[in-house]
């Protein structure tokens, strides 16, 4: 099936360190039925996140029940994946000008990375600032759902 033209565009992301591992990034994205593709990582992002708001476990569970243009399969991404999305230099939200997306500003998303050192909390992002830090799983946070795949999915 035919999902219509794709627009193509990429931007160039700012390198950083996060956890002591250097983030160098730079993402091209194909647009065209409802979700961002990545074709660096091969990951598929919401374009336009819902609103849903939840505590950690309830956001893990809301991504993995949810369908997009009949594709299931969806999960919350991890802290790494999230925080490649930031642009430093961007704030609110913290995406790089140009991005595809909507519905993120001034929005913090759980990652389903939990801390390694506190059971009690997980990391997060705020596209408001481009923050990456830890909050008790018991907050309430958005969720950003995304696929893995080389290619976007066809139906």
């Known amino acids: 099936m035919d999902h219509g033209p794709s627009r ?3 931007c160039i992301l700012d390198s950083g360190y996060f956890g002591g591992i250097l983030i160098v990034s730079a993402i091209c994205w194909r647009i065209g039925w409802r979700g961002g593709h990545d074709v660096r990582t091969g990951l598929i992002w919401e374009q336009s996140p ?18 997009i243009g009949g594709q299931k399969g969806w999960r919350l991404p991890s802290i790494k994946e999230l925080a490649s999305l930031i642009d430093s230099s961007q704030k609110d939200p913290a995406l ?15 990652s389903s990375t939990p801390s390694e050192t506190d059971d ?5 992002v705020s596209f408001f600032t481009g923050e990456v830090v830890t909050d008790q799983k018991s907050q309430t946070r958005r969720a950003w759902c995304i696929l893995d795949r080389n290619e976007p999915p066809r139906q």
């Open 8 to 10: 193509k565009s990429c």
């Open 50 to 67: 819902d609103f849903f708001h939840g505590a950690w476990t309830e956001a893990i569970v809301h991504c993995q029940a949810k369908t």
């Open 120 to 124: 009690i909390v997980a990391w997060h």
């Open 96 to 110: 790089p000008s140009g991005h595809p997306f909507g519905n993120i500003k001034s929005s913090i998303f759980w």
